[in-house]
């Protein structure tokens, strides 16, 4: 018999770990076994869109508290932070659980910022596969950074879209190095509306 088997059936309680043998078997069986937590579509939508909308509507009190000192942190001033939304009974919030954007400007240049940030691909369509590839794997702060940035930049051209496209990567507000590759990335691939 060969030994490591013999170990193995001899030492029960170190079965598990005895033997190449168990070990392999053990990873085939936990192949079939149904996995941990709540599958996505049950409680949480299947569309990363619709999850990140959701995600954000838990979490907006919270939300609203660190977008507004996020903001505050890349040097938007006090009485620029935040924007009213009537239709959803929003007043002064930094961050809107109810749009998908990323973020907004107001006439009067105000930011606040919204579920679209959470949302891995909503650049794809109008920035190209690059920006959107880069924005999926990028952290919050930096996409955070870039939606300040350009939401600044396009209130200070007049609301001017593609003149904030252009400009924003050239910002002084302090962000990240990150969040001005996504800029670039999305001037480069820009496609106009």
Request: glycine residues 10%; aromatic residues 8%.
């Amino acid at each position: 018999m060969l030994p490591w088997l013999t170990e193995c059936v001899a030492k029960p309680s170190r079965r598990q770990y005895a033997c190449p043998l168990c070990l392999a078997i053990r990873r085939f069986f936990n192949r079939f076994r149904k996995p941990v937590g709540i599958p996505l579509g049950v409680n949480v939508p299947v569309d990363p869109a619709d999850h990140a909308e959701d995600f954000a509507h838990r979490y907006a009190e919270p939300l609203d508290w660190l977008a507004g000192i996020h903001l505050e942190e890349r040097g938007i001033p006090k009485e620029r932070i935040g924007s009213n939304d009537h239709d959803h009974g929003l007043a002064g919030a930094a961050f809107n659980p109810f749009e998908q954007h990323g973020g907004g400007i107001t006439r009067a240049g105000q930011v606040n910022l919204d579920s679209g940030s959470f949302n891995p691909d909503p650049l794809t369509k109008d920035y190209g596969r690059k920006a959107g590839k880069l924005w999926a794997g990028s952290r919050l702060r930096d996409r955070w950074d870039a939606l300040t940035a350009h939401e600044d930049t396009e209130w200070r051209e007049g609301g001017d879209h593609e003149a904030a496209v252009r400009k924003a990567p050239e910002t002084e507000l302090p962000i990240s190095d990150r969040a001005r590759r996504i800029l670039v990335s999305m001037r480069r691939g820009w496609r106009g509306r």
